[in-house]
């Protein structure tokens, strides 16, 4: 299995070099569609492959070994696995999306160039056993990020951009600032021999480093107060990348980065723990408020991102500080819940940036006062969208209610009442700002304007339709993710500095 491990960053970049020498003729645009899904199929086979094999697997780039404090490695384990079967699962939906959606925009091989080196970018960042290697992924993803929420090259999307850019150059200096101070320290940058070296040692250097990854890291997963960027870059960008920043790119750039920073490699403490339960509950309260009030559709999604991975920070940070308190089983319980709530999220926000995509490339708009009966008209979509709203506000049985139903019985039984008063409020409110969602885009009259209006291509519908069929079983099938995907992952954080001796040493 570690053989195959350079094949989740190779294939991506080499699809990557190729599309665009398929873009220039506009006779091989429809090879560039074929290229791209069969290479987005093969990455995606190669992921659910790895799930029967289970363990943890080393692989050492350029014939380096354990022994060297300058090897380049990478790993897999049950959090790895967890996060490629992610970004991977929702890649592949939004280029099976991208075929006809993106026929209005110029430079089809480019975006879809610039798409395969997100990838690439994300599944290096979930492999990376080195800290600079992570931080050097990372680049490689936002890089290509910034660049696609500028695609259609109108006003608002290159001011987005421009603000992503600046803002995520911050992030990511203090990412680097902090790989800098752990390699002053410990001499090396392998996140296994940095574990090691200061376990039981949180001196004020490595504390200064843990301030830069949580400032670096939560700009990247868009936490309050660093969450500025994310509402004007995600409505900027066309629809598929508008799923694959809320869906994947915060995840993987930064939630997944900040857990295993601090369960794995620096390892958890009370103050580590507060700050992450602290950054949860604000992006959670911030966000669901700002979204409220919001009338751009898209802009409404962007901003429930945010605070959707409050749940899920808010529930790492108490497992944290149980897993200090040494109650592994509760510690494991609110793991598990803001793990699978990540999961369910990348489901149900990429339906409904995927939705809001559909709905703007059929009426022209994404103002919910011009939008209104789409039902009528657009049935597929309508039906998806709902899905994926009764999700996201945690209705009984999607898959965003058993999540967010686990996360508040952690937070209970952890003692934090107000903190699970404030999560069910969060949660009633995410219905309210749905409720408005259902009122002013799919129920009602339609509007004279949109009479011409009709359902979106094929292919456009079969992504949503997979999408949604994930929301709907996923609860349902928690047995078989528990054991297959999220145990394996809980373990890995529950394990922390000796699971990452041991999975990461080689």
């Known amino acids: 299995m570690g053989n195959m491990l350079p094949l989740y960053v190779a294939i991506p970049l080499g699809t990557a070099f190729v599309l665009p020498l398929l873009g220039k003729s506009k006779r091989l645009e429809r090879l560039c569609d074929v290229v791209a899904v069969v290479a987005s199929t093969a ?135 902090g790989v800098g101070i752990l390699y002053n320290v410990t001499g090396t940058l392998n996140m296994a021999q940095i574990a090691q070296a200061v376990s039981g040692k949180a001196n004020n250097a490595v504390l200064m480093a843990a301030s830069f990854f949580f400032m670096g890291f939560g700009l990247k997963a868009a936490m309050v107060p660093f969450h500025a960027w994310l509402p004007d870059a995600h409505p900027s960008a066309p629809a598929p990348i508008s799923a694959m920043l809320s869906g994947v790119l915060i995840k993987a750039l930064g939630v997944y980065a900040l857990c295993r920073v601090f369960f794995n490699v620096l390892g958890m403490s009370a103050p580590f723990a507060t700050v992450l339960m602290t950054l949860g509950v604000g992006s959670m309260v911030v966000g669901v408020l700002l979204a409220v009030g919001q009338w751009d559709f898209k802009r409404l999604l962007a901003y429930h991102s945010i605070s959707q991975m409050g749940y899920v920070v808010l529930a790492l940070g108490v497992g944290g500080e149980m897993l200090v308190k040494g109650n592994s089983a509760l510690a494991g319980l609110a793991i598990f819940g803001g793990l699978f709530h990540l999961f369910n999220h990348a489901a149900f926000k990429s339906l409904l940036f995927l939705c809001s995509g559909a709905a703007e490339h059929g009426t022209g708009t994404r103002q919910l006062k011009e939008l209104g009966g789409l039902m009528h008209r657009m049935p597929v979509t309508s039906a998806c969208c709902r899905v994926a709203a009764l999700s996201i506000s945690g209705v009984p049985p999607f898959n965003g209610f058993w999540s967010k139903l686990i996360i508040i019985i952690a937070v209970v039984q952890a003692g934090h009442y107000a903190l699970a008063a404030v999560t069910v409020a969060v949660s009633f409110l995410t219905l309210v700002s749905f409720v408005k969602v259902q009122r002013y885009v799919i129920q009602g009259e339609l509007r004279s304007a949109l009479s011409s209006i009709r359902e979106v291509p094929v292919l456009m519908c079969c992504a949503m339709v997979l999408l949604a069929i994930i929301c709907l079983t996923a609860g349902v099938a928690v047995p078989v993710l528990r054991d297959v995907l999220l145990e394996p992952a809980r373990n890995v954080l529950l394990n922390g500095i000796e699971y990452a001796v041991v999975a990461m040493g080689g």
């Open 43 to 177: 990455l995606l086979a190669l992921v659910l492959t790895s799930l029967f094999e289970g363990g943890s697997a080393t692989y050492w780039m350029g014939k380096w070994s354990e022994t060297s404090i300058i090897g380049i490695s990478l790993v897999c384990d049950g959090l790895t696995r967890l996060l490629l079967v992610t970004v991977n699962l929702v890649s592949f939906l939004a280029i099976i999306f991208s075929v006809s959606y993106m026929k209005k925009y110029r430079s089809k091989g480019l975006y879809y160039c610039l798409f395969f080196v997100m990838i690439a970018g994300m599944n290096g960042v979930v492999l990376s056993g080195d800290m600079f290697n992570l931080y050097v992924f990372l680049e490689i993803a936002a890089v290509a990020s910034y660049a696609l929420v500028a695609f259609g090259c109108e006003s608002e999307e290159l001011e987005a951009s421009f603000k992503y850019l600046i803002l995520g150059s911050v992030g990511s200096t203090f990412v680097l600032f």
